[in-house]
Structure formats: structure tokens, C-alpha cells
């Protein structure tokens, strides 16, 4: 993991509170500075949606036209499942169905001769009253056969196992040939885009801000500035949860770390630039502007900070607010 020796805390951009000014050239006059604390923790790389793929029916696995890592569109049909007891059935309901088509057509022909007959007075109403009803009773017979030779036709093209999302092909749990389940897993697909998710100590939880800078650092050595985008209320394991997002992640994989710099404060601080500091024999020196006239002090460097644009170091002992730098 790249800059894994870095200290926990490090400093970022320094923001003037208040304008370092010059009285005359060459002079540098200490006011304190504000910069911002940040927490080194590794993220991990994580998809908004992650949705398997799965079969309405059960059946063999006899097309699998995804492996992982492919890349899907929401709808493109990646798999297919025939179970062979549908077309059976499927042909077992046409036959019915002609069956009964036949034996409509016959209680037909007797209606009609049933009709014949009462108009000339050789037969009844009541012979009449029950072929009709015979009849529609094998017309709502067909009915239902054909609604459900249509569930079966329905249930066939159900075989076909769809994308759920636009996306990458995680995971395909299954061979071709193999035996499925109605609901089971074919393909875990991932989508939806990538975000950081983060995991800080609970201590941090009160100064972390949604909408804050933070740099990533990938592998290869290439930073990229994100948003902390949301901050989870429940704090699990002594953590809390945030998630980052940045307008083009590039291409990782699902579940790599990166390192993230995560503002947690502020605090202030006295600096000058480093071209006003002087080493000795190991002992760093700067010279001030006093009435009396210049003079030496020794002081103690901290961490490099940016002045506006130029180099600058941090002062930790030496220094006090309002002393004049003199800069060679």
C-alpha cells in the first residue's frame, strides 16, 4: 500500500487566518495559521448495486454466455434454463384442446338438431336447454385450456435469465449443464458505479463533516480528490461508517483498498517560509527584525506546510505571534 509509513495524522493545506504581510522586503511577519488534521485509513472500494441474477423456473443450465469480470446492459440475456416437462405439457394442452374442440363441434351439430326437432313439435325445450348448457360448459373447458397452455408458453420464455442491472459480471456460481432451482444464483452482478467506503475510529465521529475534501492515493501513486459524501449514524466495532465519492474512480476492482486522507480537525500553527530557515552544525536558526536590531534565535522545524504557494515549514518552539522574519 503506497505511503503505508506515513505518520496517522498528517497536515494539509494551511489557510491564513490572517494575511501574512511584509512591512518592509525581506520581512516576514509571524501570524498563526490554520490547517487541517487528517486521518490515514485505508477504504475499500465497494459498488452501489450489487444483484444476482436467478431463474424464475427450475431446469438445466443449457446456455451461460457470461463469465466474471464480462460486462452486461440491464435486460441482455446472459443465460438460459428449459425444463423438458414444459414442452410435454405444452403438447399435452394442445391435444385438449383439439379434443375439446371436437367434442364442440359434435354437442354443435346435436344443438342444432335439438332446435330442429322443437320447431316441429318432436322435441322439447328441455332437450334444448341441456345441449346448450352442454355446450357451454365445453366452451369454457377450451377456455381454460388455453389460458393454460399460454402459462405454460409463459413459463417457457421464463427459461431466459435477464441482467438485472447495467454492470460487471461478479461471480457466476454455476456451470453450463448443471441442474438449477427456481430463485438460484446464476450471476451476481455489479453496478450502479463505485464509492469508497471508510471506517474510522468512533473517536473521530464528531469531526468528520459530509461535503469535506479527501485525497485517495492508488496504487499507483496517483492521487485523486474525493467528497465525503455520507456518514452512517450507528457506529459498529468502534467505527464509523462514511462513504466517499469521486466523479471517476477509474478502474478498480470491487473490494480493493486505498488509502484515504480523512479531515478529522483543525488546529493552528506558527510557520515561515523555508528559505528563512538556516542549519548550523545541525541546529536550524532564523534571524528576526527587532528594534535593537537583527538577532539569532534557534527554533525547532515541524512538518513542510504550503504558504500561499510557496514552501514553508512549521515552527514548533522559537516563534511567538507578531515576531519579524528576516528572509535572505
Known amino acids: 500500500m503506497p ?3 506515513r505518520p496517522p495524522f498528517r497536515l494539509g493545506l494551511a489557510i491564513l487566518l490572517v494575511a501574512a504581510s511584509s512591512a518592509t522586503a525581506g520581512e516576514f511577519e509571524i501570524q498563526p495559521l490554520r490547517v487541517i488534521e487528517t ?3 485505508v477504504g475499500r472500494v465497494e459498488t ?3 444483484v444476482p ?3 424464475r423456473i427450475g431446469g438445466t443450465l443449457v446456455r451461460l454466455e457470461v463469465t466474471e469480470g464480462d460486462a452486461v446492459r440491464e435486460g441482455q440475456s446472459i443465460a438460459t434454463v428449459i425444463d423438458d416437462k414444459l414442452a410435454l405439457q405444452f403438447r399435452a394442452a394442445e391435444a385438449r384442446i383439439r379434443a375439446l374442440a371436437s367434442e364442440e363441434g359434435n354437442v354443435q ?5 335439438a332446435r330442429t326437432l322443437l320447431e316441429r313439435g318432436a322435441g322439447t325445450q328441455q332437450r334444448v336447454d341441456q345441449v346448450r348448457t352442454q355446450l357451454a360448459v365445453i366452451r369454457n373447458q377450451i377456455a381454460a385450456a388455453e ?3 399460454a402459462v405454460i408458453g409463459q413459463q417457457s420464455e421464463e427459461g431466459a435469465v435477464l441482467a438485472p442491472i447495467s454492470g460487471r459480471v461478479l461471480k457466476v456460481p454455476v456451470t453450463r449443464g448443471a441442474v438449477v432451482m427456481p430463485g438460484e444464483q446464476i450471476a451476481l452482478v455489479a453496478g450502479g458505479g463505485f464509492f469508497m467506503r471508510l471506517a474510522l475510529p468512533e473517536r473521530h465521529a464528531g469531526q468528520l463533516k459530509a461535503g469535506a475534501a ?3 492515493h492508488a496504487e499507483n501513486g496517483e492521487t485523486r480528490t474525493g467528497r465525503l459524501a455520507k456518514i452512517y449514524p450507528q457506529i ?17 476492482f470491487v473490494g480493493a483498498r486505498v488509502l484515504a486522507e480523512v479531515p478529522v480537525g483543525e488546529r493552528r500553527v506558527l510557520a515561515v517560509p523555508r528559505a528563512a530557515v538556516r542549519t548550523e552544525s545541525g541546529i536550524d536558526f532564523l534571524t528576526l527584525a527587532t528594534p535593537a536590531g537583527p538577532r539569532e534565535v534557534t527554533v525547532i522545524l515541524g512538518r513542510p506546510l504550503d504558504l500561499a504557494g510557496a514552501s514553508g515549514v512549521e515552527i514548533l518552539s522559537g516563534l511567538r505571534p507578531g515576531d519579524r522574519v528576516v528572509i535572505p
Open 147 to 149: 389460458a393454460e397452455k
Open 53 to 55: 441474477a436467478r431463474p
Open 48 to 50: 452501489r448495486d450489487v
Open 39 to 41: 486521518k490515514a485509513v
Open 236 to 252: 459498529e466495532n468502534g467505527r464509523v461508517i462514511a462513504d466517499v465519492e469521486i466523479a471517476s474512480l477509474g478502474d478498480f
Open 109 to 113: 351439430a346435436e344443438l342444432d338438431r
Open 3 to 5: 505511503r503505508a509509513n
Open 214 to 216: 479527501v485525497p485517495l
